[in-house]
């Protein structure tokens, strides 16, 4: 884990541009805001649409996330800090509590890395639950050679869960189309090459025209939304492996109130925001439509607190009768900070999909 990496929290300053009125600068294009497109290799001049380019970087053979560990590039609330897979065992706690101690008790973590989350919520559980859990990383990565053999590792989750299902920053890696609305005011698919390099295609039409009528109207020329049906299926497909429990999505997004207005795809490596390229060296990421996904939503400020991360300094008095016990409790409190900062982590939607009647209120 890199300390110093910041997680993915694009500033809202940063993407939400709004259209130059009279007199102030014009809207930033992205090859203005990051300069020119790096170009790997022969110049490959098909284009495609952002979903299929997308899926061939990331996943594709050689894809990034199929040779890259996420925490190599960047920082999510699972590197941050081992609190967050402690409030995360929390809730499997209360999950199995209403489902009355199920045995096994599972725990599928989606979108695993590299199965960071699973070892840290092994390792906050208390022995009973800890002895009758079932944990489950779900990848498309290889599974790492030293993984504890107490993790089952799989590029799909298992049937028939009872329990509790997480995604941590995984439905923003689910690949999805950009669309811009062109001179005549007509929403075309963005099409894009390996080397960033974009082109309007087609007018949106069918399912895709349907969905941006009902959750991202377009806008002007030049605006761009991006179409979240497939984060739809995607959370569908995840929750339908549950039999009973509670399904959770923790990651950054928008809800219709706020869309922004040129969209959000953007791209990391090493640390850093770099342009959204399609060429399989970066990560690429857009924020995610949360009001179009079943279930509840809450921050993960107010999640977290309701799981008792608190963030508060530990009392003044503490440091005389247990210095170590006080420099640990005030790490801890920096670290809470952290996950439950308004302006970063602490921003983001846990979604609550429940399935079945038992784990309905587990959340705020
Ligand atoms: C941003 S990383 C998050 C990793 C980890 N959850 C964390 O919070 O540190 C997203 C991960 O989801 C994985 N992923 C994306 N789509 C997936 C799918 N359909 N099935 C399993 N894993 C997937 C990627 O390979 C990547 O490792």
């Known amino acids: 884990m890199r300390e110093h990496y910041r997680p993915r929290v694009t500033p809202a300053s940063y993407w939400y541009v709004r259209p130059a009125a009279e007199g102030s600068p014009p809207a930033i294009p992205w090859s203005a805001r990051f300069g020119a497109s790096p170009t790997v290799g022969r110049v490959d001049t098909s284009y495609v649409p952002w979903r299929a380019a997308m899926e061939r970087a990331l996943y594709g053979p050689d894809g990034f996330f199929l040779r890259q560990a996420p925490a190599a ?57 800890e002895q009758r859990v079932r944990v489950h990383a779900v990848e498309r990565a290889p599974r790492p050679p030293d993984l504890a053999p107490r993790v089952t590792w799989a590029d799909r989750p298992p049937e028939g869960v009872r329990g509790l299902l997480f995604a941590n920053e995984w439905l923003d890696n689910v690949p999805l189309d950009v669309t811009e609305t062109d001179d005549a005011g007509t929403p075309r698919y963005v099409l894009v090459r390996p080397d960033g390099e974009e082109r309007l295609g087609d007018p949106v039409s069918g399912a895709d025209a349907d969905w941006l009528r009902r959750w991202w109207p377009s806008g002007e020329p030049g605006t761009r939304a991006e179409i979240g049906a497939p984060r739809e299926a995607a959370w569908a497909a995840a929750t339908g492996c549950l039999n009973e429990g509670l399904a959770v999505a923790a990651d950054y997004g928008h809800t219709r109130a706020d869309r922004p207005p040129y969209g959000t795809l953007t791209g990391y490596r090493d640390g850093r925001q770099v342009p959204p390229v399609p060429d399989g060296t970066r990560d690429l990421t857009a924020h995610v439509a949360m009001d179009t996904l079943p279930g509840t939503r809450t921050t993960q400020r107010d999640a977290l607190h309701a799981l008792g991360i608190a963030g508060s300094r530990p009392p003044l008095s503490l440091a005389s009768s247990d210095p170590a016990g006080y420099v640990r409790a005030l790490a801890e409190a920096g670290e809470a900070a952290e996950l439950t900062d308004p302006r970063g982590l602490g921003a983001f939607t846990w979604l609550a999909t429940p399935v079945g009647a038992a784990c309905g209120h587990l959340l705020p």
């Open 73 to 129: 590039h960047f920082r999510t609330s699972v590197h941050a800090s081992p609190l967050f897979a402690r409030a995360v065992a929390e809730l499997l706690l209360r999950v199995d509590e209403a489902l009355g101690h199920p045995d096994p008790l599972e725990f599928v973590d989606l979108g695993a890395g590299r199965g960071e989350l699973c070892l840290g919520v092994l390792a906050a559980l208390p022995p009973g639950p």
